[in-house]
């Protein structure tokens, strides 16, 4: 195990559902990432906190919040997806700052599915 | 064009084969290379790091990176079955920058 922790791994919703995906990371680091990946496709660098903050946010539609209340965890709160928004959502964390040489640890990732 | 080029596969060898996975890049200023490792149903792990030109060797495997060719390459020798995975390619320009990953490459290892 990598450390890091992500709930649920398998989700199925509906366009109209609200719900969260949860990560936790044991390591004791300072960054936190949301990564998106969907078949035969790069991944996808949705959001990266540092200290808590929100210090990156790549054009991710409004549908999806994130929410850092702490180094350890984070949140993608979800609502009214689109059935084009169905992939393997994956949290990574980082010792230092965003970026650089810093090792990255995934998580297993939520694999959702859009209805 | 994609800033990295990575071929999806399926590659599939035999046990104890030499397998060569590449990516292709289009912006001169990456700087550090890594490789990623991703089994099914788990997340990536860094398998290999380099920074700038040059090879590394660790084990088994070999990165090698042609900054003149923008082309980087990892070589897996006496392949195993445990090998099977797929292999992501991931590029900095600097540090402080964000990882641009390759699509990946489906490695299939037969007994």
């Known amino acids: 195990e990598t450390g890091v922790t992500q709930t649920p791994r398998h989700l199925v919703m509906g366009m109209t559902n609200k719900k969260s995906l949860k990560c936790e990371q044991h390591?004791?680091?300072?960054?936190m990432y949301w990564y998106k990946q969907s078949a035969k496709k790069p991944l996808e660098l949705m959001f990266v906190?540092?200290?808590?903050?929100?210090?990156e946010n790549n054009s991710v539609p409004s549908r999806f919040s994130p929410e850092c209340p702490n180094s350890s965890h984070l949140f993608l709160h979800l609502h009214t997806l689109q059935p084009e928004d169905s992939a393997l959502y994956l949290c990574?964390?980082?010792?230092?700052?965003?970026?650089?040489?810093?090792?990255?640890?995934f998580g297993p990732g939520t694999r959702l599915t859009v209805l | 064009q994609k800033e990295v080029e990575q071929d999806p596969g399926p590659l599939s060898v035999p046990e104890g084969a030499i397998v060569s996975l590449n990516c292709t890049y289009s912006?001169?200023?990456?700087?550090?290379f890594m490789w990623y490792r991703q089994y099914s149903r788990k997340g990536p792990e860094l398998l290999m790091y380099?920074?700038?030109?040059g090879n590394k060797e660790d084990g088994r495997f070999t990165a090698q990176v042609d900054k003149s060719s923008k082309y980087i390459s990892l070589f897996i020798r006496d392949s195993q079955p445990s090998d099977s995975a797929t292999y992501l390619c991931?590029?900095?320009?600097?540090?402080?920058?964000?990882?641009?990953f390759g699509q990946g490459t489906e490695l299939s290892v037969k007994p």
């Open positions: 991931a590029m900095l320009y600097n540090q402080g920058g964000k990882l641009i």
């Open positions: 390591l004791g680091h300072n960054a």
């Open positions: 906190y540092s200290l808590e903050e929100r210090v």
């Open positions: 990574a964390s980082s010792q230092d700052l965003p970026g650089g040489t810093d090792t990255q640890y």
């Open positions: 912006n001169s200023a990456f700087q550090y």
């Open positions: 380099t920074y700038s030109s």
